[in-house]
């Protein structure tokens, strides 16, 4: 079946604009995941969606980030007055359930100029 | 507060050596741990997982690792090495028991040599 889907696959936009970032996960999977992959800081936990539980935001660097899972599916990711440490490889997964083996999508790469 | 540790942000081998990528980790409580392979330009792909029963691990492409907790390592290993087998490696762990988020290492490239 279809595998996570991300879209943009790329996004470049200028210092101070708002961007979005949409994840599609696996059709009933119940958990969803954000990441980010930057050049100086590795592979980062950002922001963690089960059911109907209140997500995890611990990873989220500031307040201009935010996401949010509509009807338990998709997601979006927010990110406000972009800033150009906010370039990187925005990564999306799902997975069944708690616990479960997590399925990555191919990113999105956003780049702020 | 869980982390990991990848030794050598990059590994060179022979086509048919043997392949060996270090990971160490820290965790308060019993962890699970996870090997993840980036090929270029794309996703992040499960290579194999530890959560709980068995040590040795096996996972696609011929890779396995072995937890071993007196160590807290969890090395990934190949036999034979495969010019296809050139991607990034990420050792990851997560609590299990009260989180699903995955914490990464900061990764290794294989490069693979003819």
């Known amino acids: 079946g279809a595998g996570v889907s991300q879209s943009p696959s790329n996004k470049v936009t200028e210092k101070g604009k708002d961007v979005e970032l949409r994840c599609d996960p696996i059709s009933g999977h119940t958990a969803l995941y954000w990441y980010r992959q930057s ?11 089960q059911g109907n539980s209140a997500p995890d935001k611990s990873g989220l660097p500031s307040d201009r980030f935010s996401a949010e899972r509509t009807g338990g599916s998709v997601s979006t990711l927010t990110i406000q007055r972009t800033q150009q440490e906010d370039s990187a490889v925005y990564l999306c997964a799902s997975s069944p359930g708690a616990l479960e083996t997590q399925y990555f999508g191919p990113g999105t790469r956003l780049l702020v100029l | ?7 050598g942000s990059h590994v060179s081998v022979s086509e048919g050596a043997l392949v060996l990528l270090r990971c160490n980790y820290s965790s308060s409580v019993p962890p ?3 090997w993840y392979v980036q090929y270029p330009n794309q996703g992040l792909q499960l290579l194999l997982k530890y959560t709980t029963g068995a040590t040795l691990v096996k996972g696609i492409n011929g890779f396995e ?22 991607a990034e ?3 990851a762990v997560s609590d299990g028991a009260d989180t699903d988020k995955l914490i990464f290492g900061t990764g290794t490239r294989l490069q693979v040599f003819p």
Do not use: N, R, W
């Open chain 2, 1 to 7: 507060a869980q982390s990991v540790t990848q030794l």
């Open chain 2, 32 to 34: 699970y741990l996870f």
């Open chain 1, 39 to 49: 050049l100086g800081q590795g592979l980062e936990f950002l922001i963690y969606f």
């Open chain 2, 65 to 86: 690792a072995e937890f071993k907790k007196s160590e807290t390592s969890f090395h990934l290993t190949k036999p034979s090495a495969h010019m296809s087998d050139a």
């Open chain 2, 89 to 91: 490696y990420f050792c």
